[in-house]
């Protein structure tokens, strides 16, 4: 048998080290695919899913932040834009992605609005996603046609009172902050508007700037640069706070309209069952980018502030809001089929 023995051993090693670049694989596609619970997680490019159409301030603020994500990822990020029904198709096929890590849903703060008012998603809001991450928090913004006769919110609520159900309002969708900051603004005016739901806000800028609709409810980066350039009109912001962006709009409470706030934010979530370990590194790559000095300054052009945080506190957002979106729909009686 001894004399056999260095012939034996040799064998034994060889196969060992010929297995080991097969056990590693087996050990890397384990629980997930592509590796992405192990440290080379990304290894392949990532896509971001914008649950709206391009221009829009969902759009503006994802291509703020793509540039960056994909220098501390070190693999492509590849903004998809899939819009319609206020966030709800994209926000679908993000739902039904493989939970890899490469399928990254880039949403608006319609994803806790959008269980309050509709009466059927395809999509459990809860139970399908992980949070990652907020990326950017701002207010929405009241603007108008030029052309449009009144200049102050105290002069459009007079003017709505005096042809009640005459004027009309867009927004990026049903179920958008702007949706329910108008149905807010109609609720605590005592005035009637129709709402005009668009499939993002390029489109809905571009018809209020036409004046096929005269009032437009957006995210202040999809209206920013036309309110600049004297294109739009600014009459009020929806949150307690100025704008940064625009310090000389006032806010509905300033203007005289009590008990009105709606934060809009935007933010990074991932399919269900999504590896720990992709989720804690585009945590960490959300929290240093918004950080830095040249991505916070163009955020605050857009007048919004990066926020950052772990996921636990925006799960935290996400469940006080679909509870405090859902006694607001009731109360004013917002549905859509």
Not at 322 to 333: D, F, T, Y
Request: glycine share 10%.
């Amino acid at each position: 048998m001894n004399r056999f023995a260095p012939w034996l051993r040799t064998a034994v090693l060889t196969a060992a080290a010929l297995a080991a670049p097969f056990a590693s694989q087996a050990q890397g596609s384990s629980g997930s695919s592509n590796g992405s619970n192990g440290a080379d997680y990304p290894n392949k490019p990532i896509k971001l899913i914008v649950p709206y159409p391009p221009g829009g301030g969902t759009d503006v603020i994802a291509r703020i932040v793509q540039e960056r994500f994909q220098a501390q990822l070190g693999q492509p990020v590849l903004i998809d834009n899939r819009g319609g029904a206020a966030g709800s198709i994209g926000t679908d096929i993000a739902a039904k992605a493989t939970p890899d890590g490469y399928t990254v849903l880039f949403t608006l703060s319609s994803h806790t609005i959008n269980p309050a008012i509709y009466t059927k998603l395809p999509f459990d809001t809860m139970k399908d996603f992980e949070p990652v991450a907020m990326v950017a928090s701002l207010p929405q913004i009241l603007v108008a046609n030029t052309s449009f006769p009144a200049n102050n919110v105290a002069e459009l609520v007079k003017l709505a009172k005096a042809k009640p159900g005459s004027l009309s309002f867009a927004t990026v969708g049903n179920g958008s902050p702007g949706h329910l900051a108008g149905e807010l603004f109609k609720l605590r005016t005592g005035t009637e508007m129709t709402h005009v739901p668009y499939r993002g806000g390029g489109p809905a800028v571009t018809d209020v700037m036409g004046g096929q609709v005269p009032l437009l409810w957006v995210s202040i980066p999809a209206a920013a640069q036309f309110v600049k350039a004297g294109k739009l009109k600014a009459l009020a912001v929806s949150t307690v706070k100025r704008s940064a962006a625009f310090p000389d709009v006032p806010t509905m409470q300033e203007a005289g309209i009590a008990d009105f706030e709606v934060d809009s934010w935007y933010a990074m979530f991932v399919p269900t069952k999504t590896p720990k370990a992709a989720i804690e590194k585009l945590n960490r790559v959300v929290n240093t980018v918004v950080r830095e000095p040249e991505i916070r300054d163009k955020l605050l052009a857009q007048g919004s502030e990066g926020v950052g945080g772990t996921p636990e506190q925006l799960g935290k957002v996400v469940s006080t809001e679909m509870v405090r979106w859902s006694k607001l729909a009731k109360e004013a009686s917002i549905k859509v089929d």
